[in-house]
């Protein structure tokens, strides 16, 4: 399926369109176009992942302010050091919508990342720029 075909299949069974890590050079991410193509179906823009650097981050937060979208974060923990290294603390919420409105106002929380989990990642992304 298309990108648009998968957020207009997301929006016909009531949910949220959420756009991960947009930038992040390391991982998969859709294309300026295919943003472009679905801009009006996105809900959430991930603007802090706990994995990105924060360049990348920055430029989701400009994307997210674009496209008027309210903003997500996640640690994105690929290991049991990573969990919690970054969450949101927000109000209750009944349905989608007071979702949305809710996450417009909730708190992003980041936690000071171990030097050795910053270290190990910074091996892992250079050996993946030389193969």
């Known amino acids: 399926m298309t990108p648009r075909d998968t957020a207009l299949d997301i929006k016909l069974q009531g949910g949220l369109v959420y756009l991960e890590h947009p930038y992040d050079p390391f991982r998969r991410h859709l294309s300026e176009e295919s943003i472009e193509a679905l801009s009006e179906l996105i809900d959430i823009v991930e603007v802090f992942n706990g994995r ?3 360049r990348t ?3 989701a937060l400009d ?3 674009i496209l008027d979208a ?3 974060a996640g640690s994105d ?3 049991l050091g990573e969990i919690g290294s970054v969450y949101l ?3 209750d919420f ?3 919508e007071d979702f949305l ?3 417009r106002a909730a708190t992003i929380v980041k936690r000071r990342r171990s030097l050795i989990l910053s270290a190990s990642e910074t091996i892992i992304r250079n050996l993946r720029r030389r193969a």
């Open 101 to 103: 409105v809710k996450l």
């Open 57 to 59: 981050n920055r430029r």
């Open 77 to 79: 923990a690929h290991s």
């Open 94 to 96: 009944a349905g989608p």
């Open 63 to 65: 994307l997210c302010t």
């Open 89 to 91: 603390e927000m109000e």
């Open 70 to 72: 309210a903003p997500g």
């Open 52 to 54: 990105s650097d924060e």
